[in-house]
């Protein structure tokens, strides 16, 4: 299985600031990469893809970079809608795998 | 807009069977262009993957659970459903559906999500 770590588990930010989260898969997994946010109570939803293209509707916000084993998902400026867990997922091999998730606070 | 919503017993006893059915509408269980997948999330963990179906049928489940998990589809009501055998208390959990789009294996849209609590 190919392990997905993210780091930091979790970040307290104030609204407006840059925020980067990391993850790291255990072998290569070229661009099949996925970020999802989660907010409480509720199911995930899907921001980025393909490690980098946005999914539709999402705030330009957000970004993401990364191929290989090592990904990024910035904020470039946080929004106090963005408070929430985001988990990246790896999607390039069966079992399908999510990082641990990484939870944005208020600071 | 496709939309996903999973539905079955909220409560399961030690030793029996989870079964979960997700109705999709708004989009088709036998179209190629999608998959249909099962998540769970225990409670204030993270995800983990449980097994997807292709239109073909062909199924693949994470290992972890692969000897317990069954994913089925039923076409003409436009439901997939998950069977989990032999449950404990480490089943307890949110158990989404999600829609994977043929030739990635990313989720979207997911379910709201269903609670399920294995208990006596």
């Known amino acids: 299985d190919i392990q997905m770590t993210q780091s930091p588990s979790s970040v307290s930010a104030s609204v407006g600031d840059r925020v980067t989260i990391t993850c790291r898969a255990s072998?290569?997994?070229?661009?099949?990469l996925a970020w999802y946010q989660q907010k409480p109570g509720k199911a995930p939803t899907l921001l980025i893809y393909?490690?980098?293209t946005l999914q539709s509707g999402v705030p330009s916000r957000f970004s993401g970079s990364g191929s290989g084993t090592y990904f990024t998902l910035t904020i470039s400026s946080l929004q106090p809608e963005d408070f929430a867990t985001y988990y990246c997922?790896?999607?390039?091999?069966?079992?399908?795998?999510f990082g641990g998730g990484t939870k944005v606070e208020i600071k | 807009q496709v939309r996903l919503q999973e539905s079955g017993p909220a409560l399961v006893k030690p030793s029996e069977t989870l079964s979960l059915t997700c109705t999709v509408t708004?989009?088709?269980?036998?179209?190629?262009?999608?998959?249909w997948s099962w998540i769970r999330q225990a409670p204030g963990k993270g995800l983990e993957w449980i097994g997807v179906?292709?239109?073909?049928?062909?199924?693949f489940y994470n290992p972890s659970l692969k000897s317990r998990s069954v994913i089925s589809a039923d076409r003409p009501t436009n439901q997939v459903s998950l069977q989990l055998t032999s449950a404990t208390a480490a089943d307890t959990g949110v158990y989404y559906c999600?829609?994977?789009?043929?030739?990635?294996?990313?989720?979207?849209?997911w379910g709201p999500g269903f609670l399920v609590t294995v208990s006596s």
């Open positions: 393909d490690a980098s």
């Open positions: 997922q790896q999607a390039n091999s069966f079992p399908l795998t």
């Open positions: 072998q290569g997994i070229s661009s099949w």
């Open positions: 179906i292709y239109y073909t049928g062909n199924t």
């Open positions: 999600a829609r994977v789009v043929t030739g990635q294996n990313y989720f979207d849209p």
């Open positions: 708004g989009g088709s269980t036998s179209s190629n262009s999608h998959l």
